[in-house]
């Protein structure tokens, strides 16, 4: 299982960003994908997740209304786009995969991890 985080940056707060997290080495079915960020001395937090399976979703509370997730099952890739950007959305974010048709916005849930992607948020 190799999962591909990409389309980090620097933007100016109210900008936007798409996020992509490409997966290989297994079918994309039946499997939970999460977003996750950790901002500097801050522990790791669940964004968003969606289930390849039957698209249920998760969003935290800070980001309700301004992110959207969705999967591309043909092309193995999910999105997090990310609209109305804070200061405090800048963390290095992380996506991660979980053979589960259940959503859980848990770290320890997850057992497969691409490396991060910088998100960077100017005020």
């Known amino acids: 299982v190799q999962l591909q985080a990409s389309g980090g940056g620097l933007v100016q707060a109210g900008g936007s960003l798409r996020l992509s997290c490409a997966a290989s080495g297994f079918t994309f079915d039946d499997y939970a994908i999460g977003w996750f960020r950790q901002a500097p001395g801050k522990e790791r937090e669940g964004v968003s997740c969606?289930?390849?399976?039957?698209?249920?979703?998760y969003y935290a509370d800070s980001v309700k209304g301004r992110f959207t997730i969705s999967s591309d099952n043909a092309k193995n890739t999910v999105y997090l786009q990310m609209n109305s950007l804070k200061p405090e959305d800048t963390a290095v974010y992380y996506c991660?995969?979980?053979?589960?048709?259940?959503?859980?916005?848990?770290?320890?849930?997850?057992?497969?991890w691409g490396q991060g992607t910088l998100v960077t948020v100017s005020s």
């Open positions: 991660a995969a979980e053979k589960n048709t259940i959503v859980v916005p848990l770290v320890s849930y997850f057992g497969s």
């Open positions: 969606i289930s390849s399976s039957d698209g249920s979703t």
